[in-house]
């Protein structure tokens, strides 16, 4: 990481970038952004969310949320931002 570049690969949904396409699954559940659990319209900034995630599960060794659906991984998510 001496360019400051990160680089997250998970291309098993990978596909053209097209503003007008959006998927009700992407992603792997406990790195799912809330606007896509809420299946709203959603760009690439939940790639941020994903990856916010994924440090925060190296930082504290353990996952942020862990969700066993997709309403719980919701809660979760409004639980610790006091929602």
Known sequence: MTTGQVKLADLG???I???HTV???VVTLWYRSPE??????YA???DIWS????FAELYRR???FSG???ADQLSKTFELQNV
Do not use: F
Not at 51 to 54: D, F, L, N, Q
């Open 13 to 15: 949904l990978a596909r």
């Open 17 to 19: 970038y097209d503003v």
């Open 23 to 25: 998927l009700n699954l």
């Open 36 to 41: 896509v659990l809420l299946t709203t319209t």
């Open 44 to 46: 690439t900034p939940v």
């Open 51 to 54: 990856c916010g995630c994924i």
């Open 62 to 64: 353990k996952p942020l």
């Open 68 to 70: 066993q659906s997709e």
